[in-house]
């Protein structure tokens, strides 16, 4: 599920991982020293379903929240394995299945400004917006370099992305801002010791 690389925040959400799945996982993070959930009410779910732009039939209830705040332990959970190159451990692989289990697809023959297409019709019978991201995940999980997958260099920082970047050398959630940060301080230490 791509998102707009061109946005960083959106709706006052972060979305620095790169796919459905990590922007999931980034919606705790520690913010000043304190940790903050994105997505703690069903509101705020909403919100970040709707910034997401996941192609849910109606807003999340507050199963699909459950679900989905469920889906997120268990891969932030995993992350740190995953891009060590391990296999993904048996409960995300069991959560992510149960969340699949709900979400379905067919295919339907659409024809747009005379062009036709073949695109698939979802339907959902358990928690729409868990299903998609857990969807991504596993389809990420099928295809992904571990190498890749890393945490934000910031000490301070708990962010996850995927480096899509040819050359494999990504080290910041946010150049914006974690890159921005550790350079002003690498500066300002070099300034100070002259």
């Known amino acids: 599920m791509a998102q ?5 925040w959106r709706d006052g959400l972060p979305f620095f991982g790169g796919s ?9 993070a520690v913010v000043d020293g304190a940790p903050v959930d994105f997505i703690a009410g069903l509101d705020d779910f909403r919100r970040w379903v709707k910034a997401a732009a996941l192609p849910v039939p109606s807003p999340p209830d507050e199963a699909d929240h459950q679900a989905a705040l469920a889906l997120r332990q268990r891969l932030r959970e995993a992350a740190p394995s995953l891009s060590a190159g391990g296999a993904p451990p048996a409960p995300l692989v069991e959560t992510l299945n149960g969340a699949l289990a709900g979400l379905s697809a067919s295919p339907r023959l659409e024809v747009r400004d005379g062009a036709a297409a073949l695109r698939d019709r979802l339907a959902f019978s358990g928690p729409p917006a868990t299903a998609l ?7 990420f999980l099928c295809e992904y370099e ?3 997958l890393r945490g934000c260099a910031s000490p301070t920082c708990t962010m996850v992305f995927y480096d899509r970047g040819r050359n494999n050398t990504r080290r910041w959630c946010s150049m914006s801002i974690c890159g921005n940060r550790e350079k002003v301080a690498a500066y300002r230490a070099r300034k100070a010791g002259r």
Not at 20 to 28: E, G, Q, S
Not at 133 to 139: C, Q, S
């Open 133 to 139: 991201v857990a969807e991504d995940a596993a389809r």
């Open 4 to 8: 707009d690389a061109g946005s960083e």
């Open 146 to 148: 571990p190498a890749r």
């Open 20 to 28: 459905a799945w990590l922007d999931l996982v980034n919606t705790t």
